[in-house]
């Protein structure tokens, strides 16, 4: 007895020579990827927001040592 032919709308994915994707795993794989690239776009930010407080804290002044800088019209006069 011949088998009749597969109609793709019973067995929807994507055919390829020796086996068949099914479209739930290709969508089960496509939303964890997504899911994945949100959490490392939230931690991404999160890391340069906080290096880039961490570099303004560099150029604060009130961290800065006093440098005792001469007086330039004391000097002139003597």
Do not use: C, W, Y
Not at 11 to 26: A, E, K, R, V
Not at 45 to 74: H, W, Y
């Amino acid at each position: 007895m011949s088998q009749p032919p597969v109609n793709p709308k019973n067995n929807p994915g994507i055919d390829l020579f020796l086996f068949t994707i099914p479209q739930s795993f290709m969508v089960q794989v496509g939303s964890a990827s997504l899911i994945m690239l949100l959490l490392a776009e939230k931690a991404t930010v999160a890391t340069l927001e906080a290096i880039g407080q961490s570099s303004e804290e560099i150029f604060r002044g009130t961290r800065l040592p006093m440098l005792d800088f001469p007086d330039i019209e004391k000097s002139n006069r003597s």
